[in-house]
């Protein structure tokens, strides 16, 4: 399947909103999970199943799906929000192997 | 509090072998596939391989580039996976992760050097 594109990079102001894409063609038929990595730490879970959000994600995350193309937006951006952000599906044709964007980094200016 | 604890990085020499281990705690380890997961300092995410249940059969997947190198295994008894690395690579220096996908484990630093 072909790789997961996103942006390398993505800048807002304070209180707008991010909105951070992610192709593919596998994203029309699985499932994308999002995570949020800080400088020297562990990525965290923010979106799960397109839409969904692990309760201790606050609801300014959000996940969007529209062909195969996912989106995934934070409103009301926070500097604490300025991180790496990458997307993960499952190649299907291929037993299932992780298929991961190559991040995109958000900048709160 | 569910927690997974990544050990055993280290300096090795291309050519050489590292066993890294993933501790689990807090969760139902059995029912749990395991991914390992790599970061090439100030690269992004690479998906290394995954461990499946023992219910789920047990199968086990390889990203391409560390297919027939590495081997993933578990131990369902003690709540560990094993990522046993051969043939190490100046390119397989990262940081290298364990995740159930809603827990990350903070990582272990390899690094293959002559």
């Known amino acids: 399947s072909s790789p997961l594109t996103q942006p390398p990079s993505v800048s807002v102001s304070p209180g707008q909103t991010a909105r951070i894409p992610c192709s593919g063609d596998v994203l029309s038929r699985q499932y994308t999970s999002w995570y949020q990595q800080k400088p020297g730490q562990a990525p965290i879970l923010v979106i799960y199943k397109d839409t969904e959000r692990p309760s201790w994600i606050p609801e300014r995350f959000s996940g969007s799906t529209s062909g195969t193309t996912v989106t995934l937006t934070i409103s009301g951006v926070q500097a604490e929000d300025e991180a790496d952000y990458y997307c993960q599906s499952v190649d299907s044709s291929a037993s299932s192997h992780w298929m991961l964007g190559g991040g995109t980094t958000l900048t709160v200016l | 509090e569910e927690e997974l604890v990544e050990s055993g990085g280290g300096l090795v020499k291309p050519g050489g072998s590292l066993r890294l281990s993933c501790a689990a705690s807090?969760?139902?380890?059995?029912?749990?596939?395991i991914n390992w997961v790599r970061q090439a300092p100030g690269k992004g995410l690479e998906w290394v391989g995954r461990?499946?249940?023992?219910?789920?059969?047990?199968?086990?997947d390889y990203s391409a580039p560390v297919k027939d190198r590495f081997t993933i295994s578990r131990d369902d008894s003690e709540e560990i996976v094993y990522l046993h690395m051969t043939q190490l690579k100046i390119e397989d220096t990262a940081t290298y992760f364990c995740?159930?996908?809603?827990?990350w484990g903070r990582g272990t630093l390899v690094t293959v050097s002559p």
């Open positions: 995740s159930t996908v809603q827990v």
């Open positions: 807090g969760f139902n380890f059995k029912n749990a596939w």
């Open positions: 461990i499946r249940t023992n219910d789920d059969g047990g199968t086990i």
